[in-house]
């Protein structure tokens, strides 16, 4: 059967209906249907609006539609075909308004009773239920003045036609427009720990008809599909992809090579502590913390240069705001010629084209995120790297008051602190210190040929908050053994890592960072659960 380009959604499948190729709907039926889903018979513009049947793969014509985010001045005068979601209605008598959201862009729709619509039509729009999925076919048209409340506010749909694909059920869990309304910084810090409490059940009247809800962490939670659908929400797992989408790809422009390592382990990776274990048939195993022995073990099979983007198993009981128990890790691992500021410049490098690629191609979402957290400052930073070694930034703590020791590590609170010192004094939310003490770093990292108390190794700082750690690795068997055995693990748990060293090894180093870790402390938000999609800590394991 043909089917002309501009013929539509109601009329194809009346057609297809009278010729026997499809089943009319009938309001009995299990389609979901309420009472104003369907078309008055005897109003004249029937075929203009109503619930369609369901969409089951029965035909496909060469009809187009068009993208809410593409709908703009240039299309003004010109009829598009859209498919999104209700967002909102407003409609007050003969006519209103119908707002259609598709991910973080929103567009408003206008229908009033007369020419080209009926009063009939007018009210099945009244009745569609937020969060439909809803087809509109309509002219671009210029408003009197811009729409503020739609991110596409130099242009309005005017409806032709308008149906229902498929319909949202009354009474949410949690209303979108209050899931999406903007926070304020005292809001969002008082979320900044997982929250277990009861919490009232959401109103389900629209909106527009009640005092705005706040829509608790719990809430969001267990309810994240609909949470996700926000416009900040939308344009935060656009900003993930992103990231790992700028990572690979400066990595592979600079001769890397993509590995997958294993996450069912029969050691641990990290001395033994805060792992996830588990029977693997007869045997003890543990779900990997890093794919660090890995990749090293990657190099020494003369790979170069390698990075993995894969999930990674923390089992820290820590319910804060920045510890996640599975995240997403971004790893390389490199060989290096001499020094371990080679691995430091990769690094500063591959971070400026991540910050570069987010600013260039994700304005939109950036805007989307800053509209519901206002409080949000732009990320700054240099293309200068900015590398201070430990003593230096001990001695900038001191010099105000702060008492921190050079042989311990920095706890979070001095983190901040120092990143507060760093901002004001070098205007940049993003450095590295390096040259930690040997007492604060894993059995791997290489002693500082100077002096063995400290180490060739690094942490990199995004707004005072570490998110890597990463070193030169120790790549001599002898010492790699001694220095297993002093941080207690049982050496026969690695001995395939170990024995990789003994064929000869090339010098090397590398470092692993949480993609969400990087997003949240990008964007600047309070709480790592808002940048991933189905966060895991020591209180949820669903959805």
Known sequence: MEHDEALSSARLFASLAKSGKLPKHSKGDDSGQTENSQADPSDPSKDKYGDLPMIQSRFQTSRVWTKVQALNSSLLNQEVLLRARAHSTRIKGKGGFLILRESCFSAQCTIFAGEKASIHMVKYVDGITMESVVEVLGVCKAPKVPIETCSQSDVEVEILEVHVISRAQPGLPLQILDAAHPVTLEEELAEQTAQDEDEPAPSSAPSEERKRSKVHQRTRLDNRVLDLRTPANQAVLRIDSGVCRFFREYLHSQGFVEIHTPKLLGGTSEGGAN?????????????????????????????????????????????????????????????????YNELMSLINNMFIHIFKGIEREYAPELAAVHEQFPFISPFQYSEEPLWLTFPEAVKMLNDVGVNQKVNEDLNTENEKRLGGLVKEKYHTDFYIVHRYPSTVRPFYTMPCADDPDFTCSYDVFMRGEEIISGAQRLHDAAMLEARIRKKGVDVRTVQDYVNSFKYGAFPHGGCGVGLERVVMLYLGLKNIRRVSMFPRDPKRLTP
Do not use: W
């Not at 693997?280 to 660090?292: D, H, I, K, M, V």
């Not at 198993?313 to 820590?318: L, M, N, T």
């Open 275 to 339: 792992v996830f274990r588990l029977k693997y048939f007869n045997r003890e195993a543990c779900l990997a913390q890093s794919p660090q022995l890995f990749k090293q073990m990657a190099l020494m099979a003369d790979l170069d240069r390698v990075f993995e983007i894969g999930p990674v198993f923390r089992a820290e009981d820590s319910n804060t705001y920045r510890h996640l128990c599975e995240f997403t890790g971004l790893d390389f691992e490199m060989t290096i010629k001499e020094h």
